[in-house]
């Protein structure tokens, strides 16, 4: 019974409750083999791919069918924008099990957005999706994101607003489309959004920050300030945390609280010392401080940022264009990460190794950047030193 309510769970999308009845199972006998596969589904669609990976291999060991398994295998390569060699599967998984047509489009649509590749494959592969489901709000939801990493904001909004007037409690599409209007100026509509967003855990401190942005920017300065203090008083160290004293310090700005202001910028620097945003707010700070030196000299280095910031747009704009041009995608992950957008930059370079995986500018890049990270942790360590080793066997 487990195995077929965590089967229904999965068909809707709720890998969480899936894990919950085979967590229920496993403490009345050893998983078997449909188990291990379904909660290897389960994990990958949480994007816990290591663990995905074990249970998926000791499904294959007590014997659950080979055919099933090798198709999570491929859909589970894909999440995880290992691409290259699986892309070609693609029809084969759609044409040998239409069953599980939704799943295999999702994952790939997924590793695709990861990898920043393949970008004319997933607009097709979500046509079909649509026309089969016409009602699902997902693949809406997932060409929005699609349009935003290929920067057509027109479409993404049209398509986020298609995935809510599907299913108006689909908090991803309601976040992404938030953000979409605050940077057009669409305070209140975005406001209203955030707030279904933030009942969203996984959301939730993001969503606050951006409906603190949003307060601050409708003049409702207390407001902001209570949603932003709050964030901060949960003591956690993540870029939420660093967007929330951002905020919180362009409050200050705006009351001529100046060293306030200083003190938290400065703080937020240490996490994102390329942000163009905390360069501009310590800026105006120090200038407020009369501290003309630095804040001439740290307005310089927001310009040279934003510049970058200008720039990767450029490329994607070229790359679109030239998708097979590996010296083009290695400048926009350099762009990304000088701008201080260390995740697209990191995705767009890993991404570039799948295709050329001896690309010396890249493979240099990558160990100096995890060699030289502050905040260092052992696995970024390692993956320096792996980096740095296949660069000096790289003819």
């Not at 291990?36 to 995905?52: M, W």
């Not at 249970?55 to 398994?69: C, I, N, P």
């Not at 057509?152 to 309601?174: C, G, M, Q, V, Y």
């Not at 870029?239 to 609280?257: E, H």
């Amino acid at each position: 019974i487990p195995n077929g309510v965590a089967r229904g769970a999965l068909s809707r999308r709720a890998p969480e409750d899936a894990r919950y009845w085979l967590a229920v199972s496993q403490r009345i006998a050893p998983l078997g083999s449909e188990a291990e596969y379904l909660l290897a589904v389960a994990l990958r669609k949480e994007g816990q791919f290591g663990e995905a990976e074990r249970h998926l291999q000791r499904a294959r060991e007590l014997g659950y069918a080979e055919d099933a398994v090798q198709r999570e295998a491929w859909r589970l390569t894909a999440r995880q924008g290992r691409l290259r060699d699986v892309i070609a599967r693609l029809p084969e998984l759609l044409r040998d099990a239409p069953e599980e047509g939704h799943d295999t489009c999702e994952a790939f649509i997924l590793g695709i957005i990861k990898a920043k590749n393949y970008f004319r494959e997933a607009h097709d592969l979500l046509a079909i999706w649509m026309r089969d489901e016409s009602s699902d709000a997902v693949p809406h939801y997932l060409l929005g994101v699609v349009c935003v990493e290929t920067h057509d904001p027109s479409r993404a909004e049209k398509e986020f607003r298609e995935a809510l007037s599907r299913d108006a409690n689909h908090t991803r599409a309601a976040f992404a489309l938030a953000r979409l209007l605050h940077d057009q100026g669409g305070i209140d509509e975005a406001s209203a959004l955030l707030d279904r967003a933030a009942a969203d855990p996984e959301l939730r401190r993001d969503a606050l920050v951006l409906k603190g942005r949003c307060l601050r920017a409708a003049g409702r300065s207390d407001e902001a300030v209570a949603i932003l203090d709050g964030l901060l008083s949960e003591d956690v160290n993540d870029a939420a945390s660093t967007a929330a004293r951002t905020v919180r310090a362009q409050v200050d700005l705006d009351a001529s609280r100046f060293e306030d202001a200083r003190d938290r910028l400065q703080i937020a620097l240490r996490a994102e010392p390329r942000s163009a945003e905390i360069c501009d707010g310590l800026a105006t700070a120090f200038r407020g401080l009369n501290e003309e030196e630095a804040s001439r000299r740290i307005a310089a280095a927001a310009s040279d940022f934003r510049a970058q910031g200008h720039r990767a747009v450029e490329l994607i704009q070229s790359y679109l264009r030239d998708p097979s041009n590996a010296d083009l995608r290695f400048q926009i992950g350099r762009a990304h990460l000088l701008f201080g957008d260390h995740q697209a930059g990191l995705d767009w370079l890993f991404g570039l190794l799948e295709f050329a995986p001896d690309h010396r500018p890249t493979l240099e890049l990558l160990a100096t950047y995890f060699e030289e990270k502050a905040d260092q942790t052992p696995e970024e360590w390692q993956l320096g030193r792996k980096f740095r080793r296949h660069l000096e066997q790289t003819p």
